[in-house]
């Protein structure tokens, strides 16, 4: 007698949190157990829009997690209106069950008004990203040195806790963002200038598999890159008393105003708001970890 395989997809919840660190950490063999806890630890206690998954869905199969595409959704205000914004994060599904994986990804995928990112492709995924309807938005990564630029006169770099409140010439929506990142573990910073211009910044450091690459940290937020172009020999020779050279930012090629090199590591998105360049705020690179 042959017996039906049921498989289910439904949404993640508190309860299935050990099982899905347990199935991601067979799925991805260079993280932690503790990495996926941390990770989701974190998104249990975080803000999500109403409606939408606080941590994504799996497949489920006689009870037990056999796949899993973690989720990440945030409200975001683009150009005055509200909108929700998606990070396709860890997507991981046991052999036995690879047939049935679309079934994540076409209920992850079916909100035609949220805009869907994933801001980490390995690039042999690239064709079947594309083929799904992603678009790339961010062509690579530029590693700047940003010691090498010239400084502003009078600029001063200062560093904003995760209990900040109030930080003069930022508004409370600044001080939230750089306070919720510094207390991720991700370095918060301001850039004053001397005619009281005030420029936020989140960085975070890197992983790198090079044994020979120098001391890297991202730009996680700016509110342009052009910001961080003109603040970029103030915060190089604050980061150099900390052991770090360069900084890595997404660009779309090789960026002029700045000593550095170009890399390709593309990142894509799906949907109605194409996202900015430098801001990878609240997305897996701060809640999950680099």
């Not at 919840?13 to 899905?20: N, S, T």
């Not at 806890?37 to 829009?49: A, M």
């Not at 992850?108 to 042999?124: E, G, L």
Request: glycine share 6%; charged share 25%.
């Amino acid at each position: 007698m042959r017996v039906r395989t049921m498989i289910r997809c439904r949404e993640i919840e508190i309860a299935d949190l050990d099982a899905i660190a347990d199935l991601l950490t067979r799925g991805f063999p260079i993280r932690s157990r503790d990495y996926w806890i941390d990770g989701l630890r974190r998104l249990s206690v975080r803000e999500t829009p109403d409606s939408f998954p606080r941590f994504g869905y799996m497949l489920e199969h006689d009870r037990t997690p056999v796949g899993a595409l973690l989720l990440i959704h945030t409200a975001r205000n683009d150009d005055g209106r509200v909108s929700i914004r998606c990070n396709l994060s860890s997507w991981y599904v046991e052999p036995a069950f690879r047939s049935y994986a679309p079934m994540l990804t076409k209920v992850a995928q079916r909100h035609k008004d949220v805009t869907y990112v994933n801001i980490s492709p390995a690039q042999w995924t690239w064709r079947a990203i594309e083929a799904q309807g992603f678009r790339s938005y961010c062509g690579g990564l530029f590693f700047s040195f940003p010691a090498l630029s010239r400084p502003v006169r009078d600029m001063r770099v200062e560093v904003v806790r995760q209990d900040a409140q109030a930080v003069d010439g930022l508004s409370e929506a600044d001080v939230a963002l750089l306070a919720r990142h510094a207390a991720y573990g991700c370095l918060s910073l301001v850039c004053r200038a001397a005619d009281g211009r005030c420029d936020p910044f989140v960085l975070q450091s890197m992983r790198i598999k090079s044994r020979i690459a120098p001391p890297v940290i991202q730009l996680i937020y700016c509110r342009d890159v052009a910001d961080y172009v003109a603040c970029a020999g103030a915060i190089g020779r604050f980061l150099l008393w900390r052991g770090r050279i360069s900084v890595a930012l997404d660009a779309n090629g090789r960026m002029k105003e700045l000593v550095g090199l170009y890399r390709e590591r593309r990142k894509y998105f799906m949907g109605p708001h194409c996202p900015r360049l430098a801001d990878l705020s609240d997305t897996e690179l701060v809640i999950y970890g680099p």
